[in-house]
């Protein structure tokens, strides 16, 4: 089976701009997660869908929003962007989400803000 | 809320010897895995292993096995015959009853040297 695919891998965005990162989890899994990943904070739990309902949330602002399609693929939006919001944007899949499955992450998304 | 300890920032080995890392974790939850993930300098984040809580007996692949210690809430993972390819940051992550939500520690950058 293919692996987790987020696009693009890079991205360099200005202050105040939106942007929307993609991820297509592996085939058959209905569970994608998305997280942040900072050298100061570490890997920070932003949100999961299933079956295109979002079920749990981490304690990021509204402006980090998501939604996750029929197919299962997923996309994360952050709008007015900060300096502060640069980092590897992490999405990862898993066939049911709960805790007791491991999840499968994608190379990441590397997001500059200038 | 539960929290995931790597006390460790960096640790060092001589290529075919022996290494552990250490984790501890805090949560007030009975059921619940735990994993280990490997990041390598590409940025994949990879599972190296996982543990089931309500398992007495220590998981084991290949060369990487652990130590759980549910009284102490304790997790390490031991790499036999470490290899130049097991350089990375490794990271403890915990997983509960929330949905599609990993806890993850600080890291622990191994350094394999030949």
């Known amino acids: 089976k293919a692996g987790v695919t987020q696009t693009p891998r890079y991205l360099i965005k200005t202050r105040g701009q939106q942007v929307t990162l993609s991820c297509s989890p592996i085939?058959?899994?209905?569970?994608v997660s998305w997280y942040q990943q900072t050298p100061g904070q570490g890997l920070q739990f932003l949100f999961e869908y299933f079956s295109e309902t979002q079920r749990n949330k981490g304690n990021f602002p509204g402006r980090f929003s998501g939604r996750q399609f029929s197919n299962s693929r997923s996309e994360m939006n952050v709008s007015t962007l900060e300096l502060g919001d640069s980092a590897l944007y992490l999405c990862?899949?898993?066939?049911?989400?709960?805790?007791?499955?491991?999840?499968?992450f994608g190379p990441g998304t590397r997001l500059t803000v200038t | 809320a539960q929290t995931v300890t790597q006390s460790q920032p960096e640790m060092s080995v001589q290529e075919a010897e022996t290494v552990t890392l250490s984790c501890t974790y805090d949560?007030?939850?009975?059921?619940?895995?735990l994993f280990w993930y490997k990041q390598p300098p590409s940025r994949q984040m990879i599972l190296v292993i996982r543990q089931e809580a309500y398992k007495q007996q220590n998981a084991t692949e290949n060369r990487f096995s652990v130590n759980f210690q549910k009284a102490a809430k304790s997790f390490s993972l031991k790499i036999s015959d470490s290899q130049l390819g097991d350089t990375a940051m490794y990271f403890c992550a915990f997983g509960g009853t929330s949905y599609g939500k990993l806890t993850f520690g600080q890291g622990t950058i191994l350094t394999v040297h030949p």
């Open positions: 990862a899949s898993s066939p049911q989400g709960a805790g007791s499955y491991e999840q499968y």
């Open positions: 085939s058959g899994h209905r569970s």
């Open positions: 949560t007030s939850e009975n059921n619940y895995y």
